[in-house]
């Protein structure tokens, strides 16, 4: 089983910056699994935000593309989600998630995903 445990969340104005971490351990964990981050607004569904690959391709979905950048460091077992320029529709519960195995696409559906962080507040206001 992966354990992923997240930090970073918060409230800025909009406009500002905030920097989510995600940790991964556990003895199944690989450095090469696929891993995403996610968010969800109150009443709306699970989105996917950014993703990486095996082949540590990056993937953004397009409503952040630009704005969020996704990094790894892999000596730390740790991803990273550098959100610039937020804005109000940008506030949710972001979540990290890993697949479990390698991949070499665009994973973008939460069933691809078997490890799941407890999810870290992010609001943004006007």
């Known amino acids: 089983q992966v354990r992923l445990v997240e930090s970073g969340g918060g409230s800025v104005q909009a406009g500002g ?3 989510l971490s995600c940790t991964a351990s556990g ?3 690989r450095r090469d699994y ?3 981050w996610f968010r969800r607004a109150p009443g709306q569904q699970s989105e996917w935000v950014a993703s990486i690959d095996s082949g540590d391709r990056l993937y ?4 952040v593309a ?3 950048t996704f990094s790894k460091d892999a000596a730390k077992n740790t ?3 550098d959100m610039a320029n937020l804005k109000t529709d940008d506030s949710a519960k972001y979540y990290c998630a890993a697949m ?6 665009r994973a973008l559906a939460t069933d691809d995903y078997t490890s799941w962080g407890q999810g870290t507040q992010v ?3 006007a």
Not at 100 to 105: A, D, N, S
């Open 100 to 105: 479990g195995r390698t991949c070499f696409y």
């Open 79 to 81: 991803i990273y989600l």
């Open 34 to 36: 696929c891993m995403g």
């Open 60 to 63: 953004y979905a397009d409503s």
């Open 66 to 68: 630009g704005r969020f």
């Open 17 to 19: 910056s905030l920097r």
């Open 27 to 29: 003895y199944s964990y």
């Open 123 to 125: 609001i943004v206001s």
